[in-house]
T-cell receptor
Framework: EAGVTQFPSHSVIEKGQTVTLRCDPISGHDNLYWYRRVMGKEIKFLLHFVKESKQDESGMPNNRFLAERTGGTYSTLKVQPAELEDSGVYFC?????????????FGSGTRLTVV | GQNIDQPTEMTATEGAIVQINCTYQTSGFNGLFWYQQHAGEAPTFLSYNVLDGLEEKGRFSSFLSRSKGYSYLLLKELQMKDSASYLCAVSPRTDSWGKLQFGAGTQVVVTP
């Protein structure tokens, strides 16, 4: 099966601009997660979708971040307006059910640089 | 607070054994994962422990002690391709499986 796909792989934008990241989960995976790793820190949870509903968005940093998953398939994460501290690698992961049996499949990430 | 601690870097020789320790303090516990991540690639699942004891999978084994808040990942017969970052992650809640808490990762360097 195809893995989790993220686009773009890299993005460099200026402070104040808008960027939209996309994640295509594994087909049939109802659960979709966004994570972020900023320089030198650990990977941190942002939010969790079950189909098109937000199950948990407690990790979203602030209201400049908007995640959507219309139709319960792919998801987008929009940052508007971007700030310097938003730079990092944004990972998406998906799982069919509880991840204990499947270990959550991660995408390769989008490296976002805000200058 | 909630912490997951693991060493920053470890170096070992090809063919040797390396043990990566992970200690955790979280508000709840619903399992511990180990992931391998090569530079610029996706983290890939290695193991999952929810009960105390040792889980063995080929050259890789993972151990958990819930009472001590401690786990280790054991890599045997090291190969050059095992050079990567190894991430310890805890699932602290039963109602939100996806909310993994990660350690900062241990960079393992395998030398010839």
């Amino acid at each position: 099966e195809a893995g989790v796909t993220q686009f773009p792989s890299h993005s460099v934008i200026e402070k104040g601009q808008t960027v939209t990241l996309r994640c295509d989960p594994i087909s049939g995976h109802d659960n979709l997660y966004w994570y972020r790793r900023v320089m030198g820190k650990e990977i941190k949870f942002l939010l969790h979708f079950v189909k098109e509903s937000k199950q948990d968005e407690s990790g979203m940093p602030n209201n400049r971040f908007l995640a959507e998953r219309t139709g319960g398939t792919y998801s987008t994460l929009k940052v508007q307006p971007a700030e310097l501290e938003d730079s990092g690698v944004y990972f998406c992961a998906s799982s069919r059910g509880g991840g204990q049996d499947y270990g959550y499949t991660f995408g390769s990430g989008t490296r976002l640089t805000v200058v | 607070g909630q912490n997951i601690d693991q060493p920053t870097e470890m170096t070992a020789t090809e063919g040797a054994i390396v043990q990566i320790n992970c200690t955790y303090q979280t508000s709840g516990f619903n399992g511990l994962f180990w992931y391998q991540q090569h530079a610029g690639e996706a983290p890939t699942f290695l193991s999952y422990n929810v009960l105390d004891g040792l889980e063995e999978k080929g050259r890789f084994s993972s151990f958990l002690s819930r009472s001590k808040g401690y786990s280790y990942l054991l890599l045997k017969e090291l190969q050059m391709k095992d050079s990567a970052s190894y991430l310890c992650a805890v699932s602290p809640r039963t109602d939100s499986w996806g909310k993994l808490q990660f350690g900062a990762g241990t960079q393992v360097v395998v030398t010839p």
